[in-house]
């Protein structure tokens, strides 16, 4: 772990490419990508934990530009960088590619980033960042609202250990390992995000992701595709079709 960050990662040589999970997740929404990393991505890569989920440290304070801050002191300012980040991990890309930023990215692609945000939507964040830490009595409970939080649901389950990162016991009562506080962050300001990034951008959703449409990234004015038959979590549904988005012979590197 350094700077309190849990991370996972392999790989050698350049470029790096940065893979962040969205909100509620832990790095192991990157397991599958494993073998296909090892075949096709160049360089190195690593998946690093964002603060208050999983093993990594939580914060004082949440905000985009916290969050964006524990992520950029793994990150040699000198080596190029790729981002692919889902959700929350896409506007932290965003933030990490702007051109105040010591961070050499090239390129993000954000995965069903969600761009527009109603005010009764933001109440409900800001609610259930003051909610108390929940226990449950049994590790199934505490998995199936971890699949609850994070969009596994009917992807992962309750008994897969990729969620036991995401999970904490403590005499004999479960909870989640994430700090309910994550979700105070609020909206991103996508038209300024992207008016000050340096890298390549590239917006992306799967067809049935119900956080974002294709007319709002169609607003947004940034290059932008849709993945045909994805939902929201389209990484760990196809890690193929979604890699082909930052794949060296194609996507946001061509």
């Given at each position: 772990m350094e700077s309190g960050i849990r991370v996972q990662g392999?790989?050698?040589g350049q470029p790096l490419l940065l893979l962040l999970h969205g909100l509620g997740a832990t790095s192991e929404v990157w397991d599958g990508w494993r073998p296909l990393l090892e075949r096709r991505w160049p360089g190195r890569w690593l998946a690093p934990?964002?603060?208050?989920?999983?093993?990594?440290?939580?914060?004082?304070?949440?905000s985009?530009?916290?969050l964006a801050a524990g992520v950029a002191a793994l990150l040699p300012?000198?080596?190029p960088v790729v981002v692919l980040g889902h959700s929350l991990g896409g506007v932290l890309g965003l933030i990490l590619a702007d051109k105040r930023s010591d961070v050499q990215v090239e390129a993000v692609v954000g995965l069903g980033v969600k761009v527009a945000w109603s005010a009764d939507e933001l109440?409900?964040?800001?609610?259930?960042?003051?909610?108390?830490v929940g226990w449950f009595p049994s590790r199934d409970e505490a998995a199936a609202r971890h699949l609850r939080v994070s969009g596994l649901a009917g992807l992962l389950a309750a008994d897969d250990p990729a969620l036991d990162a995401g999970l904490r016991e403590e005499r004999g009562q479960w909870r989640l390992a994430l700090d309910p506080r994550t979700f105070g962050v609020g909206a991103p300001d996508m038209p300024a995000l992207l008016a000050a990034s340096r890298a390549r951008v590239l917006l992306a959703r799967g067809e049935h992701d119900p956080m974002v449409s294709d007319a709002q990234l169609a607003e947004l004015g940034t290059?932008?595709?849709t993945l045909p038959g994805l939902g929201h979590n389209a990484h760990v549904e196809d890690?193929?079709?979604?890699?082909?988005?930052i794949a060296p012979d194609g996507g946001t590197r061509g």
């Open positions: 392999g790989g050698s934990e964002l603060p208050g989920h999983g093993g990594s440290k939580p914060l004082s304070q949440y985009f530009e916290s300012p000198d080596e109440a409900k964040a800001r609610a259930l960042a003051q909610r108390p290059s932008a595709i890690p193929e079709a979604v890699f082909a988005l």
